[in-house]
């Protein structure tokens, strides 16, 4: 397919185009498309604390907890974000490359008497989402850890 200019792509495609170009060039304004946001699936707020930032005001408000009793010396090695492979990658028969299976915790520290916390920040309905809950079983199974759900 030949592309002279955006008017060549299908509509749908020519918008997200102009959308894009409109972002990096800063001259293209398309306000009945720009100015829509998708909102979030559990409708979470973004925030910043310390700079950092964090995918839910839960979140932040645990992050501030964590650091208090760090300070306190009741947690020690406080992490953000710590990823742990639960499936390899691979490569199918058929030759398609398989991605790994990764699961991203919120917080990880080791408490008072040494034990190892991996903790994720969850309300009601993201509890019950189908990946997370996988992602669950496949720690307890892979690493014998039991994600602590706050």
Do not use: C, W
Not at 88 to 94: H, K, L, Q, W
Not at 97 to 124: C, H, L, M, Q, W
């Amino acid at each position: 397919m030949n592309i002279d200019s955006l008017n060549d792509l299908p509509e749908k495609y020519r918008k997200q185009a102009e959308i894009k170009l409109g972002k990096i060039v800063g001259t293209v304004e398309i306000p009945e498309l720009s100015k829509k946001s998708k909102a979030k699936k559990y409708r979470n707020q973004q925030v910043e604390t310390d700079g950092i930032h964090f995918d839910s005001k839960k979140e932040a408000t645990r992050y501030k907890v964590l650091m208090d009793r760090l300070k306190k010396g009741e947690i020690s090695d406080l992490r953000l974000q710590a990823g742990f492979t639960l499936v390899e990658g691979f490569t199918a028969p058929t030759g398609d490359k398989i991605r790994p299976i990764r699961y991203i915790a919120d917080f990880t520290y080791y408490d008072s008497e040494g034990n190892y916390i991996v903790e994720d920040v969850k309300s009601p309905a993201t509890r019950k989402d189908k990946a997370y809950l996988l992602k669950n079983k496949l720690m307890a199974d892979k690493f014998g850890i039991k994600i602590t759900e706050v």
